[in-house]
């Protein structure tokens, strides 16, 4: 897919946000400085290539997936490589969210220190892209482990934020086996500097494991001591040791992911339960108060017709003993439950001048509904011939709560 910039809807410092003018989706823009890598042809075949090998990884929760590459003179006129990357709206880069001192209300400026349960979701979480990167026989590169370079997306995600990029600068993206373990160590070397930044930020401007081990835990200080010596041949070899060593905390990291996961799906079956109600009103407001050329005015008012506009009454248009308008939102969710559901219970209905009155059960008002928007969707049909019909409100199965 080739993915031309065609409008810009937000910049930062490592590119901007562009939407495509070929799928009308937002992609992250990174431009190469042509002062310093001069666009060819052949640095745009290395480029797709490295897209083309990044591709099977495009779908991880922990890398920022690479789309594409492409040359463009759009921006200033003067051509450019690009590489574009999925867009996350929001996300923010580790430097930004945990390195760099926050302002208070009153306008000091507090260095604070980062909570260490955090630094072991980072770690658990880069440790996953490394483990598909790694096997999929390609390397972040330590400049892409940098602060700068990992975005936290929303809801605690992290994500490495510049796949590939790398790859095409130092043009060795086909490494030999002995070259290609040596970036994988480097990688943990990488990762293991980012935890000591990490650990050491409020604590002293030069990071080291000695101010680290003041306040952090020994477990920490140990998987970060073995990280750093990686490059140099020591500590863990591989991301298969490194997740050996994790298999505590993995389990912790999983039982907090599913807890994320249980206030999502209770959140979305509000609104699922909000759906229910909004298509019980919008068929009560399309039966009410019909004035249709081609109908009898008095349609909406008559046979099942006027059960419901009573019942719209009940729901809506309660009063208080005083006289006043009561606008109780629990009357209006409890009344429309139990008419989504069909229960037996009763109530009396009654007219606004009180002329009349009439005992009916909700069971009774769901099947008036029905039978009153089915002839309503009937006398719609023939006018909705050949064009764009609204959508079918199919009502809830009778004794759902």
Same mark, same amino acid.
């Given at each position: 897919?080739?993915?031309?910039?065609?409008?810009?809807?937000?910049?930062?410092?490592?590119?901007?946000?562009?939407?495509?003018?070929?799928?009308?989706?937002?992609?992250?823009?990174?431009?190469?400085?042509?002062?310093?890598?001069?666009?060819?042809?052949?640095?745009?075949?290395?480029?797709?290539?490295?897209?083309?090998?990044?591709?099977?990884?495009?779908?991880?929760?922990?890398? *920022?997936?690479?789309?594409?590459?492409?040359?463009?003179?759009?921006?200033?006129?003067?051509?450019?490589?690009?590489?574009?990357?999925?867009?996350?709206?929001?996300?923010?880069?580790?430097?930004?969210? !945990?390195? $760099?001192?926050?302002?208070?209300?009153?306008?000091?400026?507090?260095?604070?220190?980062?909570?260490?349960?955090?630094?072991?979701?980072?770690?658990?979480?880069?440790?996953?892209?490394?483990?598909?990167?790694?096997?999929?026989?390609?390397?972040?590169?330590?400049?892409?482990?940098?602060?700068?370079?990992?975005?936290?997306?929303?809801?605690?995600?992290?994500?490495?934020?510049?796949?590939?990029?790398?790859?095409?600068?130092?043009?060795?993206?086909?490494?030999?086996?002995?070259?290609?373990?040596?970036?994988?160590?480097?990688?943990?070397?990488?990762?293991?500097?980012?935890?000591?930044?990490?650990?050491?930020?409020?604590? $002293?401007?030069?990071?080291?494991?000695?101010?680290?081990?003041? !306040?952090?835990?020994?477990?920490?200080?140990?998987?970060?001591?073995?990280?750093?010596?990686?490059?140099?041949?020591?500590?863990?070899?591989?991301?298969?040791?490194?997740?050996?060593?994790?298999?505590?905390? $993995?389990?912790?990291?999983?039982?907090?992911?599913?807890?994320?996961?249980?206030?999502?799906?209770?959140?979305?079956?509000?609104?699922?339960?909000?759906?229910?109600?909004?298509?019980?009103?919008?068929?009560?407001?399309?039966?009410?108060?019909?004035?249709?050329?081609?109908?009898?005015?008095?349609?909406?008012?008559?046979?099942?017709? !006027?059960?419901?506009?009573?019942?719209?009454?009940?729901?809506? !248009?309660?009063?208080?003993?005083?006289?006043?308008?009561?606008?109780?939102?629990?009357?209006?969710?409890?009344?429309?439950?139990?008419?989504?559901?069909?229960?037996?219970?009763?109530?009396?209905?009654?007219?606004?001048?009180?002329?009349?009155? *009439?005992?009916?059960?909700?069971? %009774?008002?769901?099947?008036?509904? %029905?039978?009153?928007?089915?002839?309503?969707?009937?006398?719609?049909?023939?006018?909705?011939?050949?064009?764009?019909?609204?959508?079918?409100?199919?009502?809830?199965?009778?004794?759902?709560?």
């Amino acid at each position: 897919m080739a993915a031309r910039a065609s409008r810009s809807t937000r910049g930062n410092r490592a590119g901007s946000a562009r939407s495509s003018a070929y799928d009308g989706q937002a992609y992250a823009l990174r431009r190469i400085d042509c002062q310093q890598v001069l666009p060819s042809p052949e640095l745009l075949n290395q480029a797709e290539e490295v897209v083309e090998a990044w591709s099977s990884l495009a779908n991880h929760p922990n890398l *920022v997936a690479l789309s594409t590459a492409f040359i463009s003179s759009e921006l200033d006129g003067s051509p450019a490589l690009f590489f574009a990357h999925n867009y996350h709206p929001g996300a923010v880069t580790v430097t930004k969210a !945990h390195l $760099s001192p926050s302002v208070t209300a009153s306008g000091l400026t507090v260095t604070q220190q980062v909570p260490e349960e955090t630094i072991w979701s980072i770690l658990l979480q880069l440790t996953a892209a490394l483990r598909v990167v790694h096997s999929a026989g390609l390397a972040l590169r330590p400049a892409g482990l940098h602060p700068s370079k990992v975005l936290l997306t929303g809801c605690g995600r992290v994500r490495a934020g510049c796949v590939g990029v790398l790859d095409v600068l130092s043009g060795d993206l086909h490494a030999e086996f002995e070259d290609l373990s040596f970036l994988h160590r480097q990688d943990l070397t990488a990762l293991g500097q980012l935890l000591l930044t990490l650990s050491c930020f409020g604590l $002293s401007t030069l990071p080291s494991l000695e101010v680290a081990s003041t !306040h952090r835990s020994h477990d920490l200080l140990r998987v970060t001591a073995s990280l750093l010596a990686s490059s140099a041949g020591g500590g863990l070899a591989s991301w298969r040791q490194l997740a050996g060593v994790l298999a505590d905390r $993995s389990l912790m990291e999983m039982e907090a992911t599913m807890a994320v996961g249980d206030a999502l799906v209770d959140e979305l079956s509000k609104e699922c339960e909000n759906g229910r109600l909004m298509r019980l009103m919008v068929k009560l407001d399309q039966i009410h108060n019909r004035t249709e050329e081609d109908m009898d005015p008095s349609w909406s008012e008559t046979g099942d017709r !006027h059960l419901l506009s009573l019942f719209r009454t009940f729901v809506f !248009h309660q009063s208080s003993e005083e006289g006043g308008p009561q606008l109780d939102w629990g009357h209006v969710v409890e009344t429309l439950n139990k008419l989504d559901a069909g229960v037996s219970e009763q109530i009396l209905l009654m007219s606004a001048d009180e002329q009349s009155m *009439v005992v009916v059960s909700y069971a %009774d008002i769901r099947t008036c509904l %029905d039978s009153a928007y089915a002839e309503l969707r009937a006398k719609a049909a023939p006018a909705n011939k050949g064009g764009v019909a609204g959508p079918a409100l199919r009502p809830v199965a009778k004794g759902r709560q």
